[in-house]
C-alpha cells in the first residue's frame, strides 16, 4: 500500500510545485537574474505561461513510479531493519533506523530520476524560439533543439551517449541520499511532537505542517548538490563547461563564490512547504483508505 499511496502523493506534489521548479533551474544555471522575482517577470514576459510548464509531461508520467518506490523502499527498508534489529517488523523504530532508510529510498531513486531530470533541466533551460524571423531570408528560424522529453532524451542519447542521460547522477545521489534522510527523519519527529497523548499519529493539520517542515529541511541541506546537478545537467546544450563533479564545484565557486551553492535555496523551501504538504497528507490519507478496506 506504501507505494499507491506514494505514487499518489507525489502527482499530487508535483503538479504544486513544477512552475516553482522551473524558476529555480534558471536560477541555478543562468547568472543574468539578480532575484526569484526577476526570473519570473522575465520567463514570463518571454514565454509566457507555458514557460513554466515546460518539459511537465515526463515528471508526470514519472513522477507516481519514483515516489511510489521512493515511499515503497522506504517503508521496506525500515521494516526489514526493525525485523533484523528487534525480531518484528512493527516495533518502534529509532531516529537512526529512520535516517538509514530515508537514505536507502534516495539512492534507490537515482536510477530512475537521473534521465528525467536531464530532459526536465534541458527543456526548462530551453529558450524559446520565435516562428518568424525578418533577418532569415526564408522568415523562418530553425525549431527548438528539443522537440519534447522523448525526443529531448532520444537526442541526448545519441548525442552524448547513455552517459549523458545520466550525467549529474554523483551529485543527484549525494542530494537524494542525505536529504531523504532527513525528509523522513524530520516528518517522523515533528509528527511525534504533534500527536496528541493516546493516539498515534497527528490531525491532517499536524500531518500538513510536518509534511510541510520536512519538504523545508530536506531541501534546505539539499539545495548545494542540487545546483551542481543542475550545471552538469545543462552542460551539454552548447559548447561543455565542466569536465565532471569537482570541476563543476570548483570552477563555480571560484567564479560566483560560495555562495552560489546556495542559489535557489530561498524558492526551494517555499516551493517545499506546500508540495510536501500535499505529499504528505494524500499519502497518510491513501494509506488511511486502503487499510479502512482491508480491516
Not at 514565454?47 to 510548464?53: H, I, M
Not at 524530520?186 to 519538504?215: K, M, N
Not at 497518510?284 to 478496506?293: G, Q, Y
Request: glycine share 10%; with cysteine; proline share 5%.
Amino acid at each position: 500500500m506504501d507505494f499507491i499511496a506514494g505514487a499518489i502523493g507525489g502527482v499530487c506534489g508535483v503538479a504544486v510545485g513544477y512552475p516553482l521548479d522551473t524558476v529555480k533551474v534558471r536560477i541555478q544555471t543562468e547568472k543574468k537574474y539578480s532575484s526569484i522575482w526577476h526570473c519570473v517577470r522575465d520567463l514570463y514576459k518571454a514565454e509566457k505561461l507555458s514557460g513554466f510548464y515546460r518539459g511537465l509531461s515526463l515528471p508526470v508520467c514519472t513522477v507516481s513510479l519514483v515516489s511510489s518506490v521512493s515511499f515503497g523502499t522506504y517503508r521496506h527498508c525500515l521494516s526489514h531493519i526493525c525485523k533484523l534489529k528487534y525480531g518484528n517488523a512493527d516495533m518502534k523504530p529509532s531516529k537512526m533506523d529512520i535516517t538509514l532508510s530515508g537514505c536507502a529510498s534516495g539512492i534507490v531513486r537515482v536510477t530512475l530520476t537521473s534521465p528525467t531530470e536531464v530532459a526536465k533541466i534541458r527543456l526548462q533551460t530551453q529558450k524559446q524560439r520565435p516562428s518568424i524571423s525578418s533577418s532569415s531570408p526564408s522568415g523562418l528560424l530553425p525549431p527548438p533543439k528539443y522537440q519534447g522529453p522523448l525526443h529531448c532524451l532520444k537526442t541526448v542519447a545519441k548525442e552524448e551517449g547513455l552517459g549523458g542521460l545520466y550525467k549529474g547522477s554523483l551529485p543527484l545521489m549525494f542530494r537524494d541520499c542525505h536529504s531523504f534522510g532527513t525528509y523522513f527523519l524530520s516528518y517522523s519527529i515533528i509528527c511525534e511532537w504533534l500527536t496528541p497523548a493516546g493516539q498515534s499519529q497527528p490531525d491532517i493539520l499536524g500531518v500538513l505542517f510536518s509534511g510541510g517542515c520536512a519538504g523545508v529541511l530536506a531541501w534546505a541541506v539539499a539545495t548545494p548538490m542540487d545546483v551542481i546537478k543542475s550545471r552538469l545537467q545543462v552542460d551539454g546544450l552548447g559548447q561543455q563547461k565542466y569536465r565532471g563533479f569537482i570541476h563543476c564545484i570548483t570552477s563555480s565557486v571560484k567564479e560566483e563564490g560560495a555562495r552560489v551553492l546556495f542559489k535557489g535555496l530561498v524558492l526551494n523551501c517555499c516551493r517545499a512547504f506546500p508540495v510536501n504538504m500535499v505529499v504528505f497528507v494524500s499519502y497518510e490519507a491513501v494509506l488511511k483508505l486502503t487499510r479502512s478496506f482491508t480491516t
